[in-house]
């Protein structure tokens, strides 16, 4: 099964919320009783970026890229990018992988590649 990333979407107002909130922004319903999960598009605009270099040694590569990506349904997102020359305003698309390792468990998250 592919993962997903989901959002949380209003039964009343139909406001999508990514991170889970505990009352709608929009209509103060209670986010525990009143909202649908529904999986976020992968597909999204680049809004901006930024690399960081000389990570501590747990990271396995020698650069992060990190985005802010809005999504096709008007979300914005961040997630890793793994694009060499990334643009402002490129359409990119996000596939879910481990972002990063612990000794306990994964963490999954979006990385984004060109379109
Ligand atoms: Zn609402």
Redesign the pocket.
Same mark, same amino acid.
């Given at each position: 099964m592919e993962r997903e990333i989901f959002g949380y979407k @209003?039964q009343? @107002?139909g406001?999508l919320h990514y991170p889970f909130r505990m009352v709608?922004k929009? @209509?103060r319903?209670n986010g525990y009783f009143e909202f649908d999960t529904v999986p976020l598009p992968h597909a999204g605009k680049l809004l901006t970026f930024t690399f960081i270099h000389n990570l501590p040694a747990e990271f396995e590569v020698a650069r992060l890229g990190l985005g802010i990506v809005e999504l096709e349904n008007g979300l914005r997102v961040t997630g890793q990018i793994q694009i060499d020359d990334p643009k402002l305003g490129m359409d990119v698309v996000g596939a879910i992988e481990v972002v990063k390792r612990d000794a306990y468990d994964n963490r999954y998250g979006f990385v984004f590649r060109a379109a």
């Open positions: @209003c009343k @107002c406001t709608c929009n @209509c319903a």
